[in-house]
């Protein structure tokens, strides 16, 4: 505790300040969003998701790499729907185009 001799230092105000549930970050929005579809596939929803899935702008390798974790861990975590993420990865290989990053393509399956 500062002594009543001490003068209080001044707070400055943040240049941006930090909102609860705001998300900043164009990457991180995407993310967010893919991390949510997984949660709710269940087969009879599982065309309305997909569109959901291509709907979101998967056009650099970072949120390729992030759709391909969210599937692969909760396939992981919920064997009973594994073949359920399986034909929803098969789809998405048809679907996604292919990307590249320093001369070297990247595809949903590599």
Known sequence: MPSP????QVMQKAEKKYEIGKVTDEEEAKQRQLK??????TPQNFE???EQVMQVNIDNV???SGVI??????ALT????????AKFCFHLAAELPDLSIENEII???R
């Open 5 to 8: 001799q001490t003068p209080l």
């Open 36 to 41: 949510a579809i997984p949660n709710k596939l």
């Open 48 to 50: 309305k998701l997909f």
């Open 62 to 64: 970072i949120t390729l």
């Open 69 to 74: 974790s969210q599937i692969f861990d909760k």
């Open 78 to 85: 919920e064997p009973t729907f594994c073949e359920m993420y």
């Open 107 to 109: 595809t949903f399956k």
